[in-house]
Every structure is written in C-alpha cells, then in structure tokens.
C-alpha cells in the first residue's frame, strides 16, 4: 500500500523559512513524477513544484527563486524547502506521486498525502 506522509509545516513570519517533508512508502519512488500542491481556504488547489526523473524540476511562477523540491532516495523522502515566505504562501501543502508529465507537472496523480499546514503571518 503506497502512504505520503507530510510533515514539519508550522507558523512563521514573513521572510522566515520551513522545510517540508514527504516520507514516500510502497511506490517506486526512484522513478516518475511527484510534486508540491496547495490549497488555501477558499481558494482552487494549484501545484507548486514538480520533480520527475526524466525531465527534472518544475516551479509555479509565484515560488521560482524562492522555493527548492529535491528528493533523497536513499531516505524515500521528497522535500520542499521554502525560503523568503510571504503571508499569501499561507496553505495546506500536499506532496503527490504519479507519473507521465504535463505542463511541468505530473499527467496524473495517483497517490496523495493528507497534507500539512503552513501559516506566514506580516
């Protein structure tokens, strides 16, 4: 059974920094594709990063140069560092495996984590 499991969210202020995890289990994790999403209240999900094997690393606009997706096989662990954070980066993150690739991102995804909270306050 694949699991993704979202950690070390938290409150910061604007322009501090946090580190996301997603520890990956039963998934070919050393292959395709898995990204960084987020949703805020009242607001659509939009993806944030993207990593897949044979392309590389996507970023949204509103993250380039402040954001990094990497991955350590050897741990099964997707992270996002996040740097320079402003109070509109305030969402719940998820990470997601799938496969394929699309606009920077995945074709589909296949496997979700249950997310974790990041709040940046002025």
């Known amino acids: 059974q694949v699991q993704l499991v979202e950690s070390w969210g938290g409150s910061v202020q604007a322009g501090g920094s946090l580190r996301l995890s997603c520890v990956v289990s039963g998934y070919t994790y050393s292959t395709n594709c898995m990204s960084w999403f987020r949703q805020a209240p009242g607001k659509e999900r939009e993806g944030v990063a993207s990593?897949?094997?044979?392309?590389?690393?996507y970023y949204a606009d509103s993250v380039k140069g402040r954001f990094t997706i990497s991955k350590d096989n050897a741990k099964n662990t997707l992270s996002l560092q996040m740097n320079s954070l402003k109070p509109e980066d305030t969402a719940m993150y998820y990470c997601?495996?799938?496969?394929?690739?699309?606009?920077?991102?995945?074709?589909?995804?296949?496997?979700w984590g249950q997310g974790t909270q990041v709040t940046v306050s002025s």
């Open positions: 990593l897949h094997s044979d392309v590389g690393t």
């Open positions: 997601a495996a799938g496969e394929g690739y699309r606009r920077g991102f995945c074709y589909e995804y296949n496997y």
